[in-house]
């Protein structure tokens, strides 16, 4: 027993290690995305996963900028693959319902918003807002309207607008 403990210590020290290694050399694509270089940042990504494929962080940045470009099943097979590393970032399921979304698998979106809404515990007005669009789909109307009035409660000026207009934006999402 005292040798398995030993062994869980030291692979969650290394797994710490690799995470708080990968930060810094990180910054270079994070530069990109944010530049919205999402070509460059997708290049420089798949190298790092190709050194470091257990990296949630990794994994999720790519999956990030596969959504932007549109590939749609990469970025589901990337976020999947993040959420297998580490299950607890909310934004990973927020990026997940958002390519679901996509894909016209509504059903499927919300349970990933419904997620991402409990792991920032209903104080996350993306994660509400977009629970509400899918939610709006899938026919809950009264429901997406509460989700929105909490996201605008929150800040979110886009769930603002989505109720003034009578969800005609959602249709151009």
């Given at each position: 027993m005292?040798f398995?403990?030993?062994l869980?210590?030291?692979?969650?020290?290394?797994?710490?290690?690799?995470?708080?290694?990968n930060?810094?050399k990180?910054?270079?694509?994070?530069h990109?995305?944010?530049?919205?270089?999402?070509?460059?940042?997708?290049t420089?990504?798949?190298e790092?996963v190709?050194?470091f494929?257990k990296s949630?962080?990794v994994?999720?940045y790519?999956a990030?900028?596969?959504?932007?470009?549109?590939?749609?099943?990469s970025?589901?097979?990337?976020?999947?693959?993040?959420?297998s590393?580490?299950?607890?970032?909310?934004?990973?399921?927020?990026?997940?319902g958002k390519?679901?979304?996509k894909?016209?698998?509504?059903?499927?979106?919300?349970?990933?918003?419904?997620?991402a809404d409990?792991?920032?515990?209903?104080?996350?007005?993306?994660a509400?807002?977009?629970r509400?669009i899918?939610?709006?789909?899938?026919?809950?109307?009264?429901?997406?309207?509460?989700?929105?009035?909490?996201?605008v409660?929150?800040?979110?000026?886009?769930?603002?607008?989505?109720?003034?207009?009578s969800?005609?934006?959602?249709?151009?999402?």
């Amino acid at each position: 027993m005292p040798f398995v403990l030993t062994l869980m210590f030291f692979n969650w020290l290394e797994e710490k290690f690799i995470t708080i290694k990968n930060k810094e050399k990180l910054e270079d694509g994070e530069h990109l995305m944010l530049h919205r270089k999402y070509d460059e940042a997708l290049t420089f990504f798949t190298e790092k996963v190709k050194k470091f494929p257990k990296s949630a962080k990794v994994h999720y940045y790519r999956a990030f900028c596969n959504f932007q470009l549109g590939n749609f099943y990469s970025a589901l097979y990337d976020i999947e693959q993040s959420i297998s590393f580490d299950n607890t970032v909310g934004d990973a399921y927020i990026i997940k319902g958002k390519i679901l979304y996509k894909l016209e698998e509504y059903d499927h979106a919300f349970l990933e918003f419904d997620k991402a809404d409990w792991h920032f515990r209903s104080e996350n007005p993306t994660a509400l807002k977009w629970r509400g669009i899918a939610r709006y789909q899938l026919g809950q109307k009264n429901n997406a309207i509460l989700d929105f009035e909490r996201a605008v409660l929150l800040g979110d000026e886009d769930a603002a607008y989505i109720l003034r207009t009578s969800f005609e934006y959602i249709d151009k999402i």
